[in-house]
């Protein structure tokens, strides 16, 4: 299966095997594009994925060493993301199974991310919560079989992703900001400055990190106004202990709860190495069996949406000419 994903800032394309075996997985990244406005330029990221995408595809069947006509199936990221960049990897989709007769399946975002596990953990079979945490989504989930999905609790405002970018940003790390902090956290005191943690009224198993934010926005102000230096390593390391322990308390929770003996991390925060650490530990201490991607398959890459594509092409997913770009796409 030849895979595409354009929902975001990186060109991506890959050849599957059987959704668990990855021949190639090339990925062109337009972060430095981005890195001087602070973040993601729709427009910029549309305009980037048009002139890589063709180059990015021959890569990724050259690397597998295989041609169009051996595909069984094009599978593409049709939502949610960015409208422009997504169109561009679904309009290549749709062209390429026009020009040759190779059916289409379309993919959600998340389950991509979710099924990155599937390449990493052959064993790896639902049932299994799994908290998809990135850029645009945090979603704790119930997968209940291969591509169908409970969702249990899920952000009610910033993505965990872009709470470390926003952070990021506010201390002069500049963007991508996870990775940064994640680095510079490692010379902080994670309780030099005691940040909130949420809980949401509603349901026990939503987050919302936009209040963690202005704690930290207004942590700084009030340095300033005092005229007195903050310490990046410890706001960084203080804000990023805040952000785990909020996924861990709320995932752990749900898995007590359902009774669930399976965990996975998905996405691209979930490369961060104090969340892996903080729940490998949590999960061990229950005797929970804990997965999560390799980092490289836990940002956005076109091998996870192989590898969902791969079950719902099983699942008889077919999709026609009229495969459209949905921005806001639901689980
Ligand atoms: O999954 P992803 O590549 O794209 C989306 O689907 O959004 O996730 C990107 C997000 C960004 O917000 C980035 O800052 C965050 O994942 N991220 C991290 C780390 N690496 C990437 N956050 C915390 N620690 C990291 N090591
Ligand atoms: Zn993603």
Do not use: W
């Amino acid at each position: 299966m030849l895979a595409i994903e354009s929902s975001c800032d990186e060109t991506a394309a890959s050849v599957v095997k059987n959704g668990r075996e990855v021949l190639s997985n090339v990925i062109y990244s337009q972060i430095a594009l981005h890195t001087s406005y602070g973040g993601v330029v729709p427009e910029i990221a549309s305009r980037k994925h048009i002139e890589k995408i063709n180059q990015v595809i021959q890569e990724a069947l050259d690397q597998a060493g295989t041609a169009l006509k051996d595909l069984t199936a094009i599978a593409v990221t049709y939502g949610p993301g960015l409208v422009g960049a997504l169109l561009v990897g679904v309009s290549t989709a749709k062209a390429l199974s026009l020009a040759t007769g190779i059916p289409l399946v379309g993919v959600h975002h998340i389950s991509g991310h979710v099924s990155a596990n599937y390449i990493e953990y052959k064993e790896l079979e639902p049932p299994f919560l799994c908290l998809v945490a990135s850029g645009g989504h945090s979603h704790l989930l119930m997968v209940k079989d291969y591509g169908e999905y409970e969702v249990i609790g899920m952000t009610r405002d910033d993505a965990a992703g872009e709470a470390f970018d926003k952070v990021a940003r506010a201390i002069g790390l500049g963007y991508p900001g996870g990775p940064k902090i994640d680095a510079i956290a490692r010379q902080g005191r994670a309780d030099a400055i005691l940040f909130p943690r949420a809980k949401v009224a509603e349901n026990e198993y939503d987050f919302s990190f936009s209040g963690l934010k202005s704690a930290v926005l207004n942590y700084l102000n009030s340095c300033r106004l005092k005229g007195e230096e903050f310490s990046q390593a410890d706001v960084a390391a203080s804000f990023q202990k805040a952000v785990v322990d909020v996924l861990v308390e709320r995932s752990m929770h749900a898995a007590e709860s359902t009774g669930c003996r399976k965990f996975a991390l998905a996405g691209g925060v979930a490369s961060n190495s104090s969340l892996r650490e903080a729940f490998e530990q949590e999960c061990g201490r229950r005797g929970i069996r804990f997965y999560r991607p390799s980092p490289g398959l836990c940002t956005d890459n076109a091998a996870m949406i192989g590898a969902a594509g791969y079950y719902e092409y099983r699942r008889g997913v077919r999709h026609g000419f009229d495969l459209n770009a949905v921005p806001d796409l639901k689980l």
